[in-house]
């Protein structure tokens, strides 16, 4: 498997929406309040007063990024005068739809697409200097291509009314509006054209430094999270020197990024993109003036061999991320940020063909032996063996679905937090989520973002990916206190959870979330240890 092109998304809501479509503002159908204003550094804002929340949303930290902005480096906002109000959700970035199991599907946000899409949306318990409260900053899945931070279960009324944090959730540029690189094919004008996606997201830190603190937010205390391509950015971000000191703590779930796409395959991918508008290298002028509709249908739609071969995301381009993030060895940039990262036991079930019906021995042998890619029969059977040994009655599904996720997105969360662990100068949190979803009959198992809604404690939002048990809550406590102690202090430790060391390379303690929640030491480690040997020979 190609974990590349692996792509995560989440999802947050409000009523307000629901109501606004019907074209009645939420705060006169009784759901919320006009609420605070608060001076930016562009003007002023006037959010809304939700149970107990003050929420901002659509607040510009950077310009338009159409017509000539197209492809170029964030631009701040202009200043306005008078008042705005920062009541709905701004335009998420042009991308294409589709390609998603029912159960995340239903997650999405109804936010409609346009280049104007450097917004950021703020919750927060009160607004002024008075308190200096943890700010978490959110940054979505989706891979580098799709999704927003509109999603229903990404609102963050909850977190911020439960745990006393400042909550910040942020759209920035995807697929070839983002990480279309011609820094090298595009000449002078565009030699800064490169991980514009995450330059943005670089200008969202920044306008939080700047304007966090009249949102009650503590500017010297910013957490950024993210699952799945999120964690990716995330990942990017602790190796990008204008990002150092913007941030303090970090969290990756599910999919960090190691190594970022070499230059030449960058460049390859981008003449590729142009060959498909007609255009040459040279006519990177025309492309600023195409539709965006145009744009989004040349990508191709998502899981297409279209699609799969331009290699969009951040690039080692010796400038924005002069090196690899954690490959061979993690970044020295943010060696003093603490981070809590993890996976979840069957991240594969998230993808629309992925296996669920019951299998025989020889299905299961071919199938871990796919998986693998390159091991040949004596060692797949020495791993099947060894899963069945870790795990007694395990079903043969189950088996393939823990190995391929192994493989791909536990490897990876190995990789970043050994070599992390390897530096010594900020702790490590490692956990694994295992509770098992009840949709879909069970077959789904514990897949890729299943625990967002837990972690955000949108319970009510998630319950198309969760259902509707009562066991969930007491696990979404569990999950959004550690996450919001992990941002206020660096130590996710909290009531309602066992003690949870720090991870080190000689113990490997890890929190294991279910509705028991337990650390153990290494869990699953002969099959680590012989699936890691299994993938360094191939």
């Known amino acids: 498997m190609d974990r590349r092109k692996f792509i995560g998304m989440g999802a947050v809501g409000s009523?307000?929406?629901?109501?606004?479509?019907?074209?009645?503002?939420?705060?006169?159908?009784?759901?919320?309040?006009?609420?605070?204003?608060?001076?930016?550094?562009?003007?002023?804002?006037?959010?809304?007063?939700?149970?107990?929340?003050?929420?901002?949303?659509?607040?510009?930290?950077?310009?338009?990024?159409?017509?000539?902005?197209?492809?170029?480096?964030p631009a701040k906002p202009q200043p306005w005068t008078g008042v705005r109000d920062a009541f709905e959700l701004g335009f998420k970035c042009p991308q294409v739809a589709g390609g998603l199991i029912p159960e995340v599907a239903a997650l999405g946000g109804t936010e409609p697409m346009g280049e104007d899409c450097l917004v950021l949306n703020v919750w927060t318990p009160s607004t002024g200097q008075a308190r200096k409260r943890p700010v978490m900053v959110w940054l979505h899945g989706g891979g580098y291509a799709f999704s927003s931070s509109g999603y229903p279960i990404y609102d963050g009324a909850n977190l911020a009314r439960k745990h006393d944090v400042v909550l910040v959730g942020l759209n920035h540029r995807l697929n070839v509006f983002g990480f279309l690189y011609l820094a090298e094919i595009g000449g002078e004008k565009y030699a800064h054209s490169s991980n514009v996606g995450i330059l943005d997201i670089v200008a969202a830190l920044e306008w939080v430094r700047d304007n966090i603190g009249a949102f009650g937010g503590d500017p010297g205390n910013v957490t950024i999270f993210g699952q799945s391509g999120g964690a990716g950015k995330v990942s990017t971000l602790m190796a990008m020197p204008s990002a150092k000191g913007l941030f303090h703590r970090a969290v990756m779930e599910s999919r960090p990024n190691d190594k970022g796409l070499p230059r030449g395959e960058a460049s390859k991918s981008a003449e590729e993109y142009l060959g498909r508008l007609g255009l040459k290298p040279n006519q990177i002028d025309e492309a600023q003036k195409l539709p965006m509709e145009q744009l989004v249908k040349a990508m191709g739609a998502r899981g297409t061999p279209e699609s799969s071969s331009l290699k969009l995301e951040p690039a080692i381009d010796g400038q924005s991320?002069?090196?690899?993030?954690?490959?061979?060895?993690?970044?020295?940039?943010?060696?003093?940020?603490p981070l809590l990262t993890g996976s979840v036991e069957t991240e594969v079930t998230f993808?629309?063909?992925?296996?669920?019906?019951?299998?025989?021995?020889?299905?299961?042998?071919?199938?871990?032996?796919?998986?693998?890619?390159?091991?040949?029969?004596?060692?797949?059977?020495?791993?099947?063996?060894?899963?069945?040994?870790?795990?007694?009655?395990?079903?043969?599904?189950?088996?393939?679905?823990?190995?391929?996720?192994?493989?791909?997105?536990?490897?990876?969360?190995?990789?970043?937090?050994?070599?992390?662990?390897?530096?010594?100068?900020?702790?490590?949190?490692?956990?694994?989520f295992t509770w098992h979803s009840p949709v879909r009959d069970g077959k789904?198992?514990?897949?890729?973002?299943?625990?967002?809604?837990?972690?955000?404690?949108?319970?009510?939002?998630?319950?198309?990916?969760?259902?509707?048990?009562?066991?969930?809550?007491?696990?979404?406590?569990?999950?959004?206190?550690?996450?919001?102690?992990?941002?206020?202090?660096?130590?996710?430790?909290?009531?309602?959870?066992?003690?949870?060391?720090?991870?080190?390379?000689?113990?490997?303690?890890?929190?294991?979330?279910?509705?028991?929640?337990?650390?153990?030491?290494?869990?699953?480690?002969?099959?680590?240890?012989?699936?890691?040997?299994?993938?360094?020979?191939?």
């Open 15 to 73: 009523g307000m929406l629901l109501t606004s479509k019907l074209g009645v503002p939420a705060w006169a159908a009784g759901q919320s309040a006009p609420g605070d204003i608060v001076e930016t550094s562009a003007g002023r804002i006037r959010g809304l007063s939700q149970n107990g929340v003050l929420a901002f949303r659509g607040i510009h930290y950077g310009a338009p990024t159409g017509g000539s902005a197209r492809f170029m480096p």
């Open 351 to 432: 993808f629309p063909n992925a296996l669920l019906d019951p299998i025989d021995d020889a299905a299961l042998h071919q199938k871990v032996k796919q998986a693998l890619a390159k091991a040949n029969d004596a060692q797949v059977d020495q791993l099947i063996a060894a899963y069945r040994t870790g795990r007694p009655g395990i079903a043969n599904t189950d088996l393939y679905l823990i190995v391929a996720s192994d493989a791909t997105f536990r490897a990876a969360v190995f990789a970043e937090a050994e070599r992390k662990a390897a530096i010594g100068k900020a702790p490590i949190y490692m956990y694994y």
């Open 321 to 337: 991320l002069p090196w690899g993030m954690f490959d061979p060895k993690a970044t020295e940039l943010s060696a003093n940020v």
């Open 444 to 538: 789904l198992r514990a897949f890729h973002t299943i625990e967002l809604p837990f972690v955000f404690d949108n319970l009510e939002a998630g319950k198309p990916s969760t259902g509707s048990g009562e066991d969930r809550q007491a696990l979404s406590d569990r999950m959004s206190g550690a996450w919001a102690a992990f941002a206020r202090s660096g130590n996710p430790n909290q009531a309602g959870l066992p003690r949870w060391p720090a991870f080190t390379n000689q113990v490997r303690a890890t929190m294991i979330f279910n509705n028991e929640c337990k650390v153990v030491n290494d869990p699953n480690g002969d099959e680590r240890k012989i699936l890691r040997s299994f993938l360094a020979s191939a």
